[in-house]
């Protein structure tokens, strides 16, 4: 069974920075891309931030020259650095893994969802 658990969500200043976190675990062979979605309330989820296992990276216009996207194949985890944090930033963030090939075949996942709330 594969999982994918996020971390280091939480309250921050206009401004701030966090760093997210999410860790696939289970029988994986190996993941084609992984990346950030988020939801904010009575919205649509939209792309964050995506990055493949070759390393290529795409991000939403909005947090360009904000954030960045990094992985390590390896350990099959990926990470957001979140910095000048605005108010519209505010949402559930979800990690996303794409063709993770596992014991269980060919799938995609998501994570629970971490929240990030941006506010003075």
């Known amino acids: 069974q594969v999982q994918l658990v996020e971390s280091g969500g939480g309250l921050v200043q206009p401004g701030g920075s966090l760093r997210l976190s999410c860790a696939a675990s289970?029988?994986?062979?190996?993941?084609?891309?992984m990346g950030w979605y988020r939801q904010a309330p009575g919205k649509q989820r939209e792309l964050v931030a995506t990055?493949?296992?070759?390393?290529?990276?795409n991000y939403a216009d909005s947090v360009k020259g904000r954030f960045t996207i990094s992985g390590n194949n390896a350990e099959h985890t990926v990470y957001l650095q979140m910095n000048s944090l605005k108010p519209e930033d505010t949402a559930v963030y979800y990690c996303?893994?794409?063709?993770?090939?596992?014991?269980?075949?060919?799938?995609?996942?998501w994570g629970q969802g971490t929240q990030v709330t941006v506010s003075s």
């Open positions: 996303n893994a794409v063709w993770v090939f596992s014991r269980n075949g060919m799938s995609d996942y």
């Open positions: 289970g029988s994986i062979f190996s993941i084609n891309a």
């Open positions: 990055i493949t296992s070759g390393g290529s990276t």
